[in-house]
């Protein structure tokens, strides 16, 4: 609670407590060594407010390193950029990237390229031994979103339809050979194409990292007590039997005790239990309250995410973390936004329109690089000063921004129309993370049901077509829907609640 003038008067050591706590962040500390990737448009300008605002008044960021992944900056250097970006973070091991624009036909006209440029995800991935991409829901304390408790996903970071090749060709025999560094090559398929026009398409599916993966996945599973669920389509794809194969066999051997222990496989019969893709589309609709976490293949992690980003409000709500693993162990992590560089309000800044931004991703992008940072700094032998000193910033930033949302300051998309500007969020907050960290305040925020999605810039549902489907399922046209046309309605979209196989402890359908 704040605290006046004359009580800290009248009780001396409450004083003296408080000049202590100010005078620990009136001078700076060494922010942890981290890579630095900026990129552009909207999303390059508020993190350049947000560094300048919340980071510099606390930390000298000397030890960053900073690489420019701009289009132009990418075309000038020939990627040299990128290559150089992907050493350092393979070197430091905590990374942080602004989204980054990778340009259609249009853009490479308009930003005068000399050339089409690739995603920079794939040399990264491959140049940081790429695991998986962690991608989990972002929570507001004290405000509802779309998921009541945490959700949390692994998407392995390699293989699938992403790095597939590929011909458009004609009627023929088809071939697949594989060739051994030893030994005679072997067919792995062979088929006739009796159509004039087809295309060809080969990818494969790593699996060495997997048990990387899945120790990553129980573990982050186990530290925040949610429910692990697999996710393939094995039962018509059988490669993937191997993904799973791999995860139930790292599950039994380390992990499912301590999970029986927590309670956490009470609704899975007390084993990890594995979802059919098209199941785990509906349970994601379904499971509102959270509490779950998946691992998939690279496309349905893919799929899924975006699912979970939509339930959970949009994107701008997700993490998205690329952890991969140096050859002498030690974890490589990088943290970006998992949205995009938000082009429509950079065309809005441009035209000198005001915007309103909010940049809960990529705060939540920093905070996680930082914090990996400051931990393989310890790990190293640093202070454990400074470590402290980066966890207490980071949990008091991260604390700052949600109760100035909570106060009704926040950005349009949560706090409506009179909602702050992207300037002004970020000045509120460094206003009140100064009080909390330099005066020493604390406060009670309010708490805030779920904030209209008419809010957010994207909405745009066709008013006239949900009102023709209610009266779908009004039957009797009373102007309100009763427990059995709900049940109707829940039936036909697919996202009915099942019942529950009592002999197994599992749901029916999945």
Known sequence: KMLSQRTLKAFPSL??????????????SLAPSMVYISGEEMTNYASKLIVESWIEPYFDTGKWEEFDLSCVNRDKTDDQVLHDAVSAGSKIGAIFKEPTITPTKEQVEEFGLSRPLGSPNGAMRKGWNGITISRDTIHIEGVELGFKQPVLFERHAVGGEYGAGWKTVGRGKLLTTFHPEKGDPLLVDSRDLD?????????????????????????????????????????????????????????????KEK??????????GGELQHLISDAATMQIIRWTGGNFGMSAHNYDGDMLTDEVAQVHRSPGFITSNLIGKRDDGVMIKEFEASHGTVTDL??????????????LGLVEAMIGAMQHGAK????????????EKVMTW????????????RYGQGTRDLSGPDGFTTEDFVKKVAWRLERYLIQGEDETAPELSEPD??????????????????????TDGNGSIDIDEFTNLLVKLGVAPQTVDREKGKKADV
């Open 376 to 387: 393989l700094e310890l790990e190293a032998g640093g202070p454990e000063e400074n470590y």
């Open 259 to 268: 999970f029986a222990s927590k309670g956490l496989l009470s609704k899975t």
């Open 195 to 255: 159509n004039d026009h087809n295309v060809a398409v080969v990818y494969h599916n790593p699996l060495d990292n997997v048990t990387d993966l899945a120790h990553h996945f129980f573990q982050r599973c186990l530290e925040q007590e949610v429910v692990p669920y697999v996710v393939t389509k094995k039962t018509v794809f059988k490669w993937q039997e191997g993904f799973w194969e791999i995860h139930k066999s790292v599950f039994d051997e380390h992990y």
């Open 394 to 405: 980071t949990t008091t930033l991260r604390k700052a921004m949600h109760n100035t949302f």
């Open 346 to 359: 950079w065309h809005a800044h441009l035209r000198g329109e005001e915007t309103s931004l909010n940049p």
């Open 453 to 474: 999605r008419a809010f957010r810039r994207n909405h745009k549902v066709d008013e006239d077509a949900v009102q023709e489907m209610f009266a779908s399922y009004d």
């Open 15 to 28: 004083s003296r407590t408080f000049a202590a706590v100010g005078s620990r962040w009136s001078k700076k």
